[in-house]
T-cell receptor
Framework: GAVVSQHPSWVICKSGTSVKIECRSL??????MFWYRQFPKQSLMLMAT?????????EQGVEKDKFLINHASLTLSTLTVTSAHPEDSSFYIC???????????FGPGTRLTVT | AQSVSQHNHHVILSEAASLELGCNYS??????LFWYVQYPGQHLQLLLK??????LVKGIKGFEAEFIKSKFSFNLRKPSVQWSDTAEYFC????????????FGSGTRLSIRP
């Protein structure tokens, strides 16, 4: 299957700072990318959907000014958590789908810890 | 909007027992269905998927699932589990459109006693 990478795999930041997470599709062009968050021992909750070159569509209850998503190219999407707080600590997972693909390919996730 | 229900939150089995994890979805249109597995400390892996055709789908590691349209179900089965199957299992559904989002069920934690 296609490969999606995320960087960093683990990040610790101080409360009030911002952190950027990258999601790359390595061997396909991801026309649509999705960002999920997963709390410990819980399911994946979709945060937003982004199409290359367009503004992201956020799910209800997700603050668009806090979780900035950029999908400037067909192989890269970024999620920036602005003014992070300890309650933002979570596992963030991205996935991508190609133009003619019905399957989503998931990245390995990024664990964010805000102290 | 579509949703997914997994009624078993935690299942405990002994090795060699048979497994069936329930999954029901709500969406009236054509759907794509998935089962993902997440081993402790690891990322999601696709076990199997159903897009169309034979409703009995075979996946990796001896897992299979049956799509029963009339029951809106996509239950996961394995005839004989192993200790290494201990993991979290997620059922997921997507509308039959390439760019539509995947919605995950709440997950079922499977614990296998050696």
């Amino acid at each position: 299957g296609a490969v999606v990478s995320q960087h960093p795999s683990w990040v610790i930041c101080k409360s009030g700072t911002s952190v950027k997470i990258e999601c790359r599709s390595l061997d396909f062009q991801a026309t649509t990318m999705f960002w999920y968050r997963q709390f410990p021992k819980q399911s994946l909750m979709l945060m937003a959907t982004s199409n290359e070159g367009s503004k992201a569509t956020y799910e209800q209850g997700v603050e668009k000014d806090k979780f900035l998503i950029n999908h400037a190219s067909l192989t890269l999407s970024t999620l920036t958590v602005t003014s992070a707080h300890p309650e933002d600590s979570s596992f963030y997972i991205c996935s991508g789908t190609g133009r003619s693909s019905y399957e989503q390919y998931f990245g390995p996730g990024t664990r964010l810890t805000v102290t | 909007a579509q949703s997914v229900s997994q009624h078993n939150h935690h299942v405990i089995l002994s090795e060699a027992a048979s497994l069936e994890l329930g999954c029901n979805y709500s969406y009236g249109g054509t759907v794509n269905l998935f089962w993902y597995v997440q081993y402790p400390g690891q990322h999601l892996q696709l076990l199997l998927k159903y897009f169309s055709g034979d409703p009995l789908v075979k996946g990796i590691k001896g897992f299979e699932a049956e799509f029963i349209k009339s029951k809106f179900s996509f239950n996961l089965r394995k005839p004989s589990v192993q200790w290494s199957d201990t993991a979290e299992y997620f059922c997921a559904v997507k509308r039959d459109s390439s760019a539509s989002k995947i919605i995950f069920g709440s997950g079922t934690r499977l614990s296998i006693r050696p």
